[in-house]
């Protein structure tokens, strides 16, 4: 697509009756471009032991059960098990281990394959099945295949990846993860990856539901839509909004994740979210799910996934969505339509997987933002959550990515990747500001801003495991480039905007004005090589993690206006890392890191001593230690950080720029998730913030509390199945978040806020197919807060319900 071209108001009405067809067009244009490209590496994970209820029944259905919830692969013929029964398993096994217990005196034996799967033979009566013919093997699998398995009560996993170190237990990690599972996703009736990470005390969305896009907060330090990664790739997500409706699991690494997936396109460092795109499971599904969203907004969601093959080796995913209607803010309609396709083959050496998705967006009325005076110091109360700042919005924002993985094991310990991707984004929309003062008023300029954006991506690497003189090693090697253009256009109108206020909004004055086509603004290129080993040793009871990421960033920006180029940047880094995890006892792990976040440095604006200077990528430096504790069914962690990193300042003396400032946040994490008890799903966690700032411009600032971070933050969430209603569960959520300075001096601060989310879901038969009816309310008691996202704030959305209907047919 070259540059983006304006569109004019008169074109929304093309824009909704084309919305369909250009949906499906972009998908199967996306199969076709990615045919070529390579695909998905689908790491083996590590197996640890864990917590087990599996009640005493025929040998086969007990095997199957395990098989499923160990997350292994199991084969084994039905002859070898006919007439033999289990007395199950309770307690707390490896996977070797489970089997060995449920295969006890029963003559079988179980052999762990290369590929790490699991063969069960022995001996046969008949050596055939009745009638002479020889049954095939019964093969059982996690969910995923290759994706680590659920823990208990289902609503994380047990493991997840970290980019170039690979895909490994959280107990084996040094570092803070939490990875969300599909399961977990459908009960809370996710939207956006926003309604997923919430879910962590660590992490809190900045902006609400309905608004132009979505920013995180992750350890008190903004990470965009922009930097979160698609199947470890950075530049593959909409820079606005991704759709839940393509993942199969979210994974949330707290502190910097520069060596794991390389510097973002916005070079955020608090933390990094991969998403893992869905995948056709062995069981055939065929899902149709109707939604209800609060107004009146309306959709249906299609989930189709079939495996072919002798060995299911090929599979499709095909996901879509529409809605429409009514949104929760005053006058607000909105448009959506989704579509993903997934395939992939995997065979014993062989891996390969693409991915292409496409949105398209259209709202009337988005839920805004506002800015404050200079010398407010009292915050105006937040108004209504339906109403709108700007009366008279609209947005539209289309993205199309496609990306594919290829892995093939060259030998038993050595396997070599090849990955690309594409994705090209789009957004239209009136760009309305305001300031208010202390009462509310304020008056609205009103203006066209238009943006586009085009990424490539690629990443080639291998992964070699060996011994030395009895110590493990897992080395791994890649090379990555990342190469971005983006352009805009910015139309103010001439027109004077009319006096307004947020409690009693004036409808926003048309923009007069030519709307001007987008233009080149930038354009960017980010090579880096890693080198990285985990050793083993002490029976994997000591895990060592060392590397480093060297990283080249290149930017050219161009005038808008002219096309002239108006500066140039080539600098370069080097970004190490340092782990630790030591397990005294085998389901604890004490763990240790350093890491060195990578961001793209800046040039000193016109008007300073030094304009024009380019400076360096700047590292922003993480110490954190923490303990781990999986109770069977519960798993626990205390950690401890400090996460530093420079500052842009401009010396009031010399009015000379640099990134000589500092904000240092230290904080304490506590959490735990499980079962509780039988049927009784928890998720909790508090973080405690110590965020101040240091050598400010002038040491104006010194010692103040770091703007927008709050003092502590806590989440607790709880799903309990009735027992005495089959089918039945009921959940619940508290979200708190302490109050924040909303400025570097502390002059004006934000209240705290408390959200209160209540749901229930029953699931049952209906003509021998399952169904399952869910229903939420968000913000149950209709609270209006505050949301600061950098020098705006915006109101959290109002009491939203949810409803569902999901089908398997």
């Known amino acids: 697509m070259g540059p983006v071209q304006a569109r004019k108001r008169q074109a929304i009405p093309v824009f909704r009756r084309k919305l369909l067809a250009s949906l499906v067009g972009r998908v199967a244009l996306g199969a076709i471009v990615a045919a070529p490209l390579g695909a998905l590496p689908l790491a083996a994970h590590a197996q640890a032991a864990r917590s087990y209820s599996i009640p005493a029944g025929s040998l086969e259905d007990t095997l199957s059960r ?19 029964r289990s007395a199950g ?48 093997a019964v093969t059982v699998t996690a969910a995923g295949d290759s994706l680590p398995p659920a823990y208990a009560g289902g609503q994380v996993a047990r493991g997840g990846g ?41 992490v809190r969305v900045l902006t609400s539901r309905g608004g132009f896009g979505e920013d995180f907060q992750i350890r008190g330090y903004t990470v965009s839509s922009g930097d979160v990664g698609v199947n470890g790739l950075y530049g593959m997500a909409s820079s606005s909004r991704l759709p839940a409706a393509i993942m199969e699991r979210v994974e949330v690494l707290k502190g910097p994740g520069t060596l794991m997936y390389g510097i973002g396109p916005n070079g955020s460092i608090g933390g990094a979210i991969n998403v893992v795109t869905k995948r056709a499971e062995n069981e055939p599904l065929t899902r149709l799910t109707t939604t209800y969203e609060s107004k009146s907004l309306f959709g249906v969601q299609a989930d189709v996934g079939r495996r072919f093959g002798e060995n299911k080796e090929w599979g499709v995913r095909v996901n879509g969505v529409f809605k429409g209607g009514d949104t929760t803010i005053d006058d607000g309609r909105q448009k959506l339509g989704v579509g993903a396709l997934a395939l992939d083959y995997r065979g014993k050496k062989l891996r390969w997987t693409l991915d292409t998705y496409t949105q398209h967006e259209g709202t009337d009325n988005f839920r805004p933002q506002v800015g ?22 609209e947005l539209w924002l289309h993205d199309t990515a496609v990306m594919s993985r290829l892995e093939y094991d060259l030998s038993p310990n050595l396997t070599v990747y090849a990955a690309g991707g594409y994705r090209e984004g789009s957004a239209y929309q009136t760009f309305p500001l305001g300031f208010a003062n202390a009462q509310g008023a304020f008056t609205p300029s009103n203006s066209y801003y238009d943006s586009y954006s085009k990424t490539w991506t690629a990443d080639v690497g291998a992964r070699a495991n060996f011994n030395t003189f009895g110590i493990g090693h897992l080395v791994t090697a890649s090379f990555t480039r990342l190469e971005q253009e983006t352009g805009s256009a910015y139309t103010p109108s001439t027109a004077a905007g009319l006096p307004s206020s947020i409690y009693n909004p004036t409808p926003l004055v048309p923009v007069v004005g030519t709307r001007l086509d987008s233009a080149r603004q930038s354009e960017s290129a980010q ?118 990193r420079p500052g842009a300042v401009t010396d009031p003396a010399t009015n000379t720029y640099s990134f000589d400032g ?64 089959p089918g039945l569960s009921l959940n619940g959520r508290i979200i708190h978040t302490s109050s924040v300075y909303f400025n570097a001096a502390n002059t004006l601060s934000m209240p705290s806020w408390t959200r209160y989310d209540i749901g229930a879901r029953y699931r049952t038969k209906v003509m021998g197919k399952s169904v399952v009816f869910r229903a939420n309310i968000e913000n149950l008691f209709g609270s209006n807060y505050w949301l600061v996202s950098g020098t705006y704030a915006t109101v959290a959305a109002p009491r939203t319900v949810l409803l569902s209907a999901q089908f398997d047919f």
């Open 372 to 393: 404050f005076l200079a010398g407010v110091t009292s915050m105006p109360s937040a108004p209504s959550a339906h109403r709108n700042f700007y009366p008279g919005t």
């Open 662 to 725: 500092e904000q240092r946040n230290r904080g304490v994490e506590l959490s735990a998730y499980g079962e509780v008890a039988r049927g009784l799903r928890m998720m909790a966690s508090a973080t405690f913030y110590d965020a101040k700032l240091k050598k400010t411009a002038g040491g104006v600032n010194d010692g103040k509390d770091a703007n927008g971070v709050p003092d502590y933050a806590f989440n607790l969430g709880a799903d309990w199945d009735m027992p005495w209603v």
């Open 162 to 202: 970290l980019g170039v170190l690979g895909t490994a237990n959280v107990l084996d990690q040094p570092f803070s993860t939490t990875n969300y599972t599909a399961e977990f996703l459908d009960n809370t009736q996710a939207k956006t990856l926003a309604d997923v990470v919430i879910n962590d005390s660590s």
């Open 66 to 84: 395990f098989g499923r919830d160990a997350g292994i692969m199991l084969s084994f013929k039905p002859e070898i098990t006919a007439g033999k």
């Open 527 to 644: 090579t880096s090589f890693t080198l990285t080993d985990t050793l083993s040793m002490l029976d994997d009871r000591l895990l060592l993690t060392g590397g480093f990421r060297h990283q080249r960033v290149v930017l050219d920006n161009y005038s808008t206006a002219t096309g002239a180029q108006t500066g140039a940047y080539d600098q370069s880094a080097v970004s190490p890392v340092a782990g630790i995890v030591v397990k005294p006892l085998q389901n604890v792990s004490v763990y240790g890191n350093f890491t060195s976040g990578l961001s793209r440095g800046g040039v000193a604006p016109v008007g300073t001593a030094n304009a024009g200077q380019v400076f360096a990528p700047y590292k922003s430096n993480q110490y954190e230690a923490g303990v781990k504790a999986d109770w069977g069914k519960v798993m626990t962690q205390v950690s401890v950080f400090q996460l530093e």
């Open 89 to 136: 398993l309770d307690g707390t096994y490896t996977a070797r281990g489970g089997l060995d217990t449920l295969l006890a005196n029963t003559g079988l034996e179980v052999t762990r394959q290369p590929n790490g799967s699991y063969l069960i033979n022995g001996p046969v009566s008949s050596g055939t099945a009745e009638g002479g013919a020889m049954l095939p």
